[in-house]
């Protein structure tokens, strides 16, 4: 089981048309993972549950979105992390 929260980097990166994110959580938690272009807009919604702990992992497809950087952000009552990712077609 996790001892903390964590976020990981997209792989691979830079992708097309996919890539797979991995995450974990530590206790009973709801999670939500979204995906937002360089302007801020929401692109995607990948996680919007409450999860038990443990090891995680989502795809993201994004063959309808346009190639550039996104960024994805994993928020709980507890903890918020972003990244960014680099897609090119």
Same mark, same amino acid.
């Given at each position: 089981?996790?001892?903390?929260? %964590?976020? /990981?980097? #997209? /792989?691979?990166?830079? =992708?097309?048309?996919?890539?797979?994110?991995?995450?974990?959580?530590?206790?009973? /938690? =709801?999670?939500?993972?979204? +995906?937002?272009?360089? %302007?801020? @807009?929401?692109?995607?919604? %990948? +996680?919007?549950? @409450? *999860? !038990?702990?443990?090891?995680?992992? +989502? $795809?993201? !497809?994004?063959?309808? *979105?346009? /190639?550039? *950087?996104?960024?994805?952000?994993?928020?709980?009552?507890? =903890?918020?992390?972003? #990244? $960014?990712? %680099?897609?090119?077609?």
């Amino acid at each position: 089981q996790p001892k903390k929260y %964590l976020l /990981s980097q #997209n /792989s691979p990166n830079p =992708f097309n048309p996919s890539t797979v994110i991995k995450y974990q959580v530590p206790e009973i /938690s =709801f999670v939500t993972i979204k +995906v937002y272009d360089v %302007l801020g @807009e929401e692109v995607a919604v %990948l +996680v919007n549950e @409450e *999860l !038990n702990p443990g090891y995680y992992s +989502v $795809k993201f !497809n994004a063959s309808d *979105l346009a /190639s550039g *950087l996104y960024f994805y952000t994993m928020k709980t009552d507890k =903890f918020t992390s972003t #990244n $960014k990712m %680099l897609m090119i077609k």
